[in-house]
């Protein structure tokens, strides 16, 4: 299925390029959140109408992700977790947590931004996390899981 690109998609392409994917992928993901849509005469010429507005946007998205990841620099998150007498931890810490704790230092981000590619963290420790901001713009954050004082 051929597709114009609305935004910039990691391993896909620019704002306005003409690519061709599978078309689940077009119909499940990339169409439904807004980031492309399907390319047909119509909508080749709706593109070219807002080309400019969509490029301005674009240039903003990356601005503001620029800003984000600067206030990312200075913060070094620990995340106090319940653990058994033996040091494991009840549960894990996943995106939302890491999330959360980012939010509590005065930083939004998105929770689909936070990357975990070993899966959610169940040990304590000091973790590397890469938060994705932007295509562009991928931001290393350390995150310290710490025992949680128990009264």
Same mark, same amino acid.
């Given at each position: ?6 935004? &910039?998609?990691?391993?896909? $392409? ?9 078309? $689940? ?10 980031r492309a849509i399907r #390319?047909? =005469?119509? !909508?080749?010429?709706?593109?070219? #109408? ?12 990356? =601005?503001? #992700? ?17 653990v058994s007498e033996e ?12 999330? =959360? #704790?980012?939010? !509590?230092? $005065?930083?939004?981000?998105? &929770?689909?931004?936070?990357r975990l590619p070993e899966?959610?963290? &169940?040990?304590? $420790? =000091? ?14 954050? !350390?995150? !310290? ?7």
């Amino acid at each position: 299925m051929e597709i114009i690109l609305l935004e &910039k998609v990691i391993k896909l $392409g620019d704002p306005g390029d003409l690519v061709k994917v599978r078309s $689940g992928y077009a119909r499940n993901f990339l169409i439904p959140s807004g980031r492309a849509i399907r #390319a047909n =005469e119509k !909508n080749k010429l709706e593109y070219e #109408a807002r080309r400019s507005s969509l490029q301005t946007a674009e240039k903003k998205r990356k =601005e503001l #992700a620029e800003e984000t990841s600067k206030k990312l620099q200075s913060i070094d998150i620990s995340i106090p977790v319940a653990v058994s007498e033996e040091g494991t931890l009840y549960g894990s810490v996943g995106t939302r947590e890491i999330s =959360e #704790a980012i939010l !509590n230092e $005065g930083v939004e981000i998105e &929770k689909s931004a936070v990357r975990l590619p070993e899966g959610a963290l &169940k040990e304590l $420790g =000091e973790y590397s996390v890469d938060i994705e901001l932007h295509p562009d713009i991928v931001h290393s954050l !350390n995150i !310290n899981l710490i025992s949680e004082e128990q009264d």
